[in-house]
C-alpha cells in the first residue's frame, strides 16, 4: 500500500455488490497512481461491507457506511470531505474504468491551470461526452475499444459547459472554492449540472478527454431501487430552474455557459459545504420568520402528491381552537408557479375545513443559501413529516439540528 496519496476515488454504493466489485477491481488494476477507494455505503446490505474488507487486505480503502440510501450527492460529499488525495475523482460504481483512463483525464488536467474539472467519454452519458455506437462484447473488447480511441484522439481534448458526474477528476482548489454537490437534488439527476454551473461561475474550465473512454452500465441503482426516474428527473429540474434562473423546458439543451456567467461567483450563493454538520446544526443561526413566539411546525408543500395536503389537513383538525401554534407551510422550490398554485392549494383546503378558530398557516418560501438552510429548522418547534419521498432528506436535517419529528395519520383531501 502506497504511503502517498495521489488521488482518492469516491464511490457511492447503494447494494449492487457485484457491479461494485467490478468497478474496484478495474479500478486498482488500471490507474498508474497511488490511489485511495472511498466507498461510501447508502445502506447497504452486509455484502458491500464485506466487499470492503476484502479490498482492504490489499489496497487503500476507506468505508463509509449510512444508514439509509442518503442520495447520491450527499454519499459524494461525505467521500470528498474524508479524501486525502491531492486530487478527487467522483465515479458511480457501475462504471468500468480502462487502460490508461487516470492518466488521459490527468493529462487533460495539467492542459492549463484554469481547467478545473474533467470528464472522460462513455458508452451511456448525455450530450457529447457520449460515443455513439460503442460496443464490445466483454472486458478484453472493452480495453481494446478504449485504446483504439486512445490512439486515434491522443492529447485531444474538448471545453464543454458541463460535465456528467458518472466519472470526473476535480482540483482540490475546486472543492475548496465551490464545494460539493448541493443536497437539495434529492437522491439524483441534475445535481452534477448544478455543479458543473458553479465550477464555471468561478472561473474554472471544465473539460473533455476525447482519448479517454469508460464504461458505464447505466441508472443500475435506479432501476434495483425502483425510483420513479421521470416524477424525480422533473422535481429536480425545477431545483435547478430555480437555482440559475431558466424557464425553458427539459427536453431541450439549457444555455448552461450563459447561465452560469451571467451572475459573477458568490460565495453565499455558491458555494456548498461538503460536511453536512457545518449547516445543520443545533446552534444554527434560525431564520427569521413572520410568526408568533409559539410552537412552530414545519411542513414541506411540494408541486407533486397529496401528502402535504393530507397532512395539513390532519395537523388544522388537530389544532382546531389552539391560536398559539404556526404551521410553517414551507414551499420548495422557489418558483412563481409553485409558489402560487400551492397558494391556490391551501386556500382551498382551509375553505374544506372551515371556521373562525383554525391556527395560522404561513407560507414560507424565501429563497435560501445552501449554507443557511440549517436555520429553517433551528427556527421551528417540530417538522411534521408527510409521507412525502423527500421525507428522508428532511428528517436527516431535522436531526441534525436536534429538532424533533412527527407524522400525521392519512385523510383523504378535496
Keep these: 500500500m502506497a504511503d502517498r496519496t495521489d488521488v482518492s476515488v469516491v464511490v457511492p454504493v447503494r447494494d449492487n455488490v457485484e457491479l461494485t466489485g467490478l468497478c474496484a477491481e478495474a479500478l486498482f488494476l488500471h490507474t498508474d497512481a497511488a490511489v485511495e477507494l472511498v466507498l461510501v455505503d447508502n445502506g447497504s446490505g452486509p455484502e458491500v461491507e464485506e466487499l470492503a474488507r476484502t479490498l482492504a487486505r490489499r489496497h487503500a480503502v476507506r468505508h463509509l457506511r449510512n444508514e439509509r440510501n442518503e442520495g ?8 470528498m470531505a474524508e479524501a486525502t488525495g491531492e486530487r478527487v475523482v467522483l465515479m458511480n ?5 480502462t487502460p490508461g483512463w487516470y492518466e488521459r483525464l490527468s493529462r487533460a488536467l495539467e492542459r492549463s491551470d484554469d481547467v478545473g474539472m474533467v470528464g472522460p467519454r462513455s458508452n451511456r452519458v448525455s450530450g457529447p461526452q457520449l460515443v455513439p455506437g460503442a460496443a464490445y462484447r466483454d472486458r478484453a473488447a472493452l480495453d481494446q475499444f478504449a485504446a483504439r480511441m486512445g490512439r486515434e484522439a491522443a492529447g485531444e481534448a474538448v471545453d464543454l459547459a458541463r460535465l456528467v458526474a458518472l466519472c470526473v477528476l476535480l482540483r482540490r482548489e475546486v472543492l475548496e472554492q465551490v464545494g460539493g454537490f448541493d443536497p437539495c437534488f434529492w437522491l439524483g439527476n441534475f445535481e452534477d449540472d448544478d455543479l458543473s454551473m458553479r465550477v464555471l461561475r468561478k472561473g474554472w474550465r471544465l473539460v473533455m478527454a476525447n482519448d479517454a473512454f469508460v464504461h458505464h452500465e447505466g441508472s443500475a441503482t ?13 422535481e429536480n429540474w425545477r ?7 431558466y424557464d425553458g423546458p427539459m427536453t431541450a439543451p439549457y444555455p448552461a455557459r450563459e447561465l ?6 458568490d460565495a453565499r450563493r455558491d458555494f456548498v459545504p461538503l460536511e ?6 443545533p446552534d444554527a443561526p434560525p431564520m427569521h420568520l413572520p ?12 408541486p407533486r402528491g397529496d401528502s402535504w395536503a393530507r397532512a395539513l389537513l390532519t395537523w388544522l383538525v388537530e389544532h382546531r381552537g389552539a391560536p398559539e401554534r404556526t404551521l410553517v407551510l414551507r ?3 422557489h418558483l412563481p408557479e409553485v409558489v402560487d398554485a400551492l397558494r391556490r392549494r391551501t386556500e382551498r383546503l382551509f375553505a374544506a375545513v372551515g371556521g373562525a378558530d383554525l391556527p395560522d398557516v404561513v407560507l414560507e418560501c424565501t429563497p435560501l443559501a445552501p449554507a443557511e438552510r440549517g436555520g429553517l429548522y433551528t427556527a421551528v418547534s417540530e417538522v411534521l413529516l408527510s409521507g412525502s419521498p423527500r421525507d428522508p432528506l428532511h428528517a436527516r436535517e431535522a436531526a441534525s439540528c436536534g429538532v424533533p419529528v412527527s407524522e400525521t395519520a392519512p385523510v383523504a383531501v378535496p
Excluded: C, Y
Design 260 to 265: 452560469a456567467t451571467r451572475v459573477p461567483f
Design 93 to 97: 460504481n457501475d462504471v468500468i474504468v
Design 222 to 234: 435506479f432501476r434495483r431501487e425502483r425510483f420513479d426516474w421521470d416524477a424525480l428527473m422533473e
Design 276 to 281: 453536512h454538520e457545518r449547516v445543520f446544526r
Design 331 to 333: 414551499v420548495e422550490p
Design 239 to 245: 431545483w435547478f430552474r430555480a437555482k440559475h434562473g
Design 72 to 79: 447520491f450527492g450527499f454519499a459524494s460529499n461525505q467521500g
Design 291 to 302: 410568526v408568533s413566539e409559539g410552537p412552530r411546525t414545519l411542513l414541506f408543500a411540494e
